[in-house]
C-alpha cells in the first residue's frame, strides 16, 4: 500500500520539474552572445529551461529570440559594464525579445555599471529584486522603459540615474536612489504609468530650484500607495516647494489628488527636507472618534 501511494507523488515531481541553462560565452553584450545556443550549457534559454547569468559583461543591446514562448532569464551576479571606465558614460544598454512571446529579465544580484540609457523593450518584464543600478550621472541618465515593457522595482540600490515610464508601467514598491542627480528626473509620457509602494525611497536629491529640470515629478502622474513606508529626500526644500511641486503635476494617494489643501492629511516633511507619509489609523485607532474623524478627513 505503500508503494502505491508513493508513485503518484514521484510522477507529479517529474511533470513540474524544470530544466536550466547557465550563460557559460563571450561577455554578455557584445556579438548577439546571448542568441548563440553554445553560449549556454544546456541550449538556449526558453520555455521550461530558464537561463541563469552570473557573469561579467559589457554595455551593449542583447536580445533572446523567444519563439512565441516565455522566457526567464536571472542575472544572480557579475557587472555589466566597466565602474572604473568612464568612457562608459554615454554607452546604452538596452534589453529586447523577438520572436511573439516574452521575456522576464530576473535582476537579483546582478550589477551594471555607467550606463546613459537602460532600456528595456517591448515585451519584457524587469524585475529588480536585489543589486546595483549606477547610471553615469550625466544629463537624462535612465531607466527607459518602452511601451508594452514593464519595470517592478522591489529591492536594489540606485544612483546617478532617473526612471522614465514611455507608455508603460512602472512599479517602484522597494530599493532606494541615494543621487538622483540634475535632469535625472522620475517621470511618466505617453500614457505611461508610474506606481510607488512599499519601502520605496529617494535619499537624496539635487536641486536649486522649483521650477527647472531638476525637478523629479516633472511632468508625471504619480500613484503612491496609502500603506506607503518610504521616504524622498530634498535637503533644500521644505512644505513649501514640497507642495509647490507636487501641485506641478498629478500626484496621487490612495486615489485622492494632493495638493496644498490637503496635504497635512498625507504628508509631513521633517527638518531635512524629508517627505514621509502619515500612516493611516490602525485598528485600535479608529475605535475613538478621534481616529473616526481622521480617517474620514484623509477619504473625504
Not at 33 to 58: C, K, Y
Not at 119 to 134: C, F, H, K, Q, R
Given at each position: 500500500?505503500?508503494?502505491?501511494?508513493?508513485?503518484?507523488i514521484?510522477t507529479?515531481?517529474?511533470?513540474?520539474?524544470?530544466?536550466a541553462?547557465s550563460f557559460?560565452?563571450?561577455?554578455?553584450g557584445?556579438?548577439?552572445?546571448?542568441?548563440?545556443?553554445s553560449?549556454?550549457?544546456?541550449?538556449?534559454?526558453?520555455?521550461g529551461?530558464?537561463?541563469s547569468?552570473?557573469?561579467?559583461g559589457?554595455?551593449?543591446?542583447?536580445?533572446?529570440?523567444?519563439?512565441?514562448?516565455s522566457?526567464?532569464?536571472t542575472?544572480?551576479s557579475?557587472?555589466i559594464?566597466?565602474p572604473?571606465?568612464?568612457i562608459t558614460?554615454?554607452?546604452d544598454?538596452?534589453?529586447s525579445?523577438?520572436g511573439?512571446?516574452?521575456l522576464?529579465?530576473?535582476?537579483?544580484?546582478?550589477?551594471?555599471a555607467?550606463?546613459?540609457?537602460?532600456?528595456?523593450?517591448?515585451g519584457?518584464?524587469?524585475?529588480v529584486?536585489?543589486?546595483?543600478?549606477a547610471g553615469s550621472?550625466?544629463?537624462?541618465?535612465?531607466?527607459?522603459?518602452?511601451?508594452?515593457?514593464?519595470?517592478?522595482?522591489?529591492?536594489?540600490t540606485f544612483?546617478?540615474m532617473?526612471?522614465?515610464?514611455?507608455g508603460?508601467?512602472?512599479?517602484?514598491l522597494?530599493?532606494t536612489?541615494?543621487?538622483l542627480?540634475?535632469?535625472t528626473?522620475i517621470?511618466?509620457?505617453?500614457?505611461?504609468?508610474?506606481?510607488?509602494?512599499?519601502?520605496?525611497?529617494?535619499?537624496?536629491?539635487?536641486s536649486?530650484a522649483?521650477?527647472?529640470?531638476?525637478n523629479?515629478?516633472?511632468?508625471?502622474?504619480?500613484?503612491i500607495?496609502?500603506?506607503?513606508?518610504?521616504?524622498?529626500?530634498?535637503?533644500a526644500?521644505?512644505?513649501?516647494?514640497?507642495?509647490?511641486?507636487?501641485?506641478s503635476?498629478t500626484?496621487?494617494?490612495?486615489?485622492?489628488?494632493?495638493?496644498d489643501?490637503?496635504?497635512?492629511?498625507?504628508?509631513?516633511?521633517?527638518?531635512?527636507?524629508t517627505?514621509?507619509a502619515i500612516?493611516?489609523?490602525?485598528?485600535?485607532?479608529l475605535?475613538?472618534?478621534?481616529?473616526?474623524?481622521l480617517i474620514?478627513r484623509?477619504?473625504k
Amino acid at each position: 500500500m505503500k508503494a502505491l501511494k508513493f508513485i503518484p507523488i514521484i510522477t507529479l515531481t517529474a511533470i513540474h520539474a524544470h530544466a536550466a541553462t547557465s550563460f557559460i560565452g563571450d561577455p554578455i553584450g557584445t556579438d548577439d552572445s546571448l542568441g548563440i545556443a553554445s553560449n549556454w550549457d544546456n541550449g538556449l534559454p526558453g520555455s521550461g529551461n530558464d537561463g541563469s547569468i552570473s557573469t561579467d559583461g559589457e554595455l551593449g543591446n542583447i536580445s533572446i529570440a523567444n519563439g512565441g514562448s516565455s522566457v526567464t532569464v536571472t542575472h544572480s551576479s557579475g557587472t555589466i559594464g566597466d565602474p572604473n571606465d568612464e568612457i562608459t558614460n554615454y554607452r546604452d544598454f538596452s534589453i529586447s525579445t523577438s520572436g511573439g512571446g516574452s521575456l522576464t529579465w530576473q535582476v537579483d544580484g546582478g550589477n551594471y555599471a555607467e550606463f546613459r540609457v537602460f532600456t528595456v523593450g517591448s515585451g519584457v518584464t524587469l524585475n529588480v529584486t536585489d543589486g546595483i543600478l549606477a547610471g553615469s550621472g550625466t544629463g537624462g541618465t535612465r531607466l527607459q522603459v518602452a511601451s508594452g515593457a514593464v519595470a517592478n522595482i522591489t529591492g536594489g540600490t540606485f544612483s546617478g540615474m532617473g526612471f522614465w515610464a514611455d507608455g508603460s508601467t512602472i512599479n517602484l514598491l522597494g530599493g532606494t536612489i541615494d543621487n538622483l542627480v540634475s535632469n535625472t528626473v522620475i517621470r511618466t509620457y505617453n500614457g505611461g504609468i508610474l506606481n510607488i509602494g512599499g519601502d520605496f525611497s529617494i535619499n537624496g536629491m539635487a536641486s536649486t530650484a522649483v521650477g527647472n529640470n531638476n525637478n523629479f515629478f516633472t511632468a508625471s502622474e504619480w500613484t503612491i500607495a496609502a500603506d506607503w513606508t518610504g521616504s524622498m529626500t530634498n535637503e533644500a526644500w521644505g512644505r513649501t516647494e514640497w507642495v509647490t511641486e507636487i501641485e506641478s503635476t498629478t500626484l496621487t494617494v490612495g486615489g485622492v489628488q494632493i495638493n496644498d489643501s490637503n496635504f497635512d492629511d498625507y504628508f509631513t516633511v521633517n527638518g531635512t527636507g524629508t517627505l514621509s507619509a502619515i500612516p493611516e489609523p490602525s485598528s485600535s485607532a479608529l475605535l475613538g472618534l478621534g481616529g473616526l474623524a481622521l480617517i474620514m478627513r484623509r477619504r473625504k
